[in-house]
């Protein structure tokens, strides 16, 4: 099967972040397929970005074909990150002739989160008879919409909003990350039947417990555990999203109590968290900074707790599928999850507790009581995250799906 997938951010491990792309392609062309990823030259989320000359450019990585096109440098979310967007969209759009004949795909699947790229997509298909496939990673332009306080009136909105539409109308399957979006869609006038569910995932390959941090890390954790100190973790992006000041509120309910919060990460809201510690006099909070990807399993391992925080938000009723919940799972760690979605990871795999979202009264009692819980109890819990995610997210059972989905 000859498969193109074409999604504006996508990276590899070596240049970073957009990471599925990358994954779902390695499966398949581990089982025979051939496969070419269209990116664009320039993604904010990649932290190495190609090598290129020209308007055009194509590489291998690790059997993979990949088709650079040349997009322009942007910062933030503002104007240029638009045309960014519409270089990237443009220039796919004169090379759908050359792309149908060069790699012939039996298969085309548009998914670079806003869903402009369905018309080139649905052009390179057409020439070629393949199957056109949608993949949606968020619900373009709702979430601008809700999250923005875009007006449905805004010239950007209704170019989005016809987009969406028009790949509900024309492509042959969905593909949704998320799991609650089917009356969404339908309400869009998708057809139930090309409705499909496949979630993020993880490789457990890369989950060797590599004993490799920091002397800063190394350190703290020493100290803390000399303590014998309840471990409280949290790893990632510190930003208004991820609801970390709620978390670190919740240490004050926590003074007399033997428990640390650990947080390791670095983002934009790390000067206000530092802040809050300050004045509130916070002395069982501890900052670490970022470590590689790589380096993950192990700092999870040094950890008892972990937690996952989300701002509430209404788009969180489709469901949500964040890469963060799946890494705490693996580590077999019991998770206190205050995240209010559509679905309720760790009730659907028993792995730990679930609590209201931005109320820091709530944490603390949640992580006091998992304190309490019976120790074979949290390793039933740790173990119960770790089966759930082999048996859901392995990237070998995702990409198996994805394509029997289309058949």
Request: with cysteine; net charge positive.
């Amino acid at each position: 099967m000859k498969i193109l997938l074409i999604n504006h951010y996508a990276g590899s491990p070596e240049m970073g972040m957009e990471f599925r792309p990358y994954y779902l392609a390695r499966e398949w062309v581990k089982n025979g397929h051939e496969v070419t990823i269209v990116a664009g030259s320039f993604s904010q989320v990649r932290s190495i970005q190609p090598d290129f000359k020209g308007k055009y450019n194509e590489n291998v990585i690790d059997g993979i074909n990949y088709f650079w096109i040349k997009t322009p440098k942007f910062e933030g979310n503002g104007f240029g990150r638009i045309l960014n967007i519409l270089a990237f969209i443009v220039r796919l759009s004169l090379k759908a002739s050359y792309l149908s004949k060069r790699f012939t795909p039996q298969i085309v699947i548009a998914s670079s989160t806003y869903p402009m790229d369905i018309y080139p997509a649905r052009k390179i298909a057409k020439k070629t008879k393949a199957k056109l496939v949608y993949e949606v990673h968020d619900l373009w332009p709702l979430s601008p919409m809700e999250l923005g306080g875009y007006s449905k009136n805004h010239p950007f909105i209704m170019i989005v909003q016809r987009a969406e539409d028009y790949a509900y109308k024309n492509c042959d399957h969905v593909i949704s990350m998320l799991p609650k979006t089917l009356d969404y869609m339908k309400s869009r006038g998708l057809d139930p039947v090309k409705w499909h569910f496949n979630p993020n995932g993880i490789v457990p390959d890369e989950w060797s417990l590599i004993n490799k941090l920091p002397e800063t890390h190394v350190k703290l954790f020493n100290e803390l555990k000399a303590k014998n100190s309840l471990i409280v973790g949290y790893t990632g992006s510190f930003g208004l999203s991820n609801s970390v000041h709620t978390f670190i509120e919740a240490a004050k309910f926590l003074k007399d109590e033997n428990i640390s919060l650990v947080l390791v990460g670095k983002g934009p809201e790390k000067e206000k968290l530092l802040q809050i510690i300050s004045e509130k006099k916070l002395n069982n909070v501890h900052f670490l900074p970022a470590v590689p990807k790589t380096d993950i399993p192990y700092v999870l391992s040094l950890m008892d707790i972990l937690f996952i925080g989300l701002q509430k938000q209404s788009l969180f009723r489709f469901g949500i599928s964040p890469n963060k919940m799946i890494d705490y799972m693996m580590a077999e760690k019991p998770v206190i999850q205050a995240i209010e979605a559509g679905n309720n990871i760790v009730e659907e795999a028993q792995c730990g507790l679930f609590v209201e979202p931005e109320n820091p009264e709530a944490i603390a009692s949640a992580i006091m009581k998992m304190k309490n819980i019976p120790e074979f109890e949290k390793q039933k819990m740790g173990s119960n995250g770790k089966k759930f995610v082999l048996e859901n997210h392995d990237y070998r059972i995702l990409a198996e799906k994805f394509l029997k989905h289309l058949s």
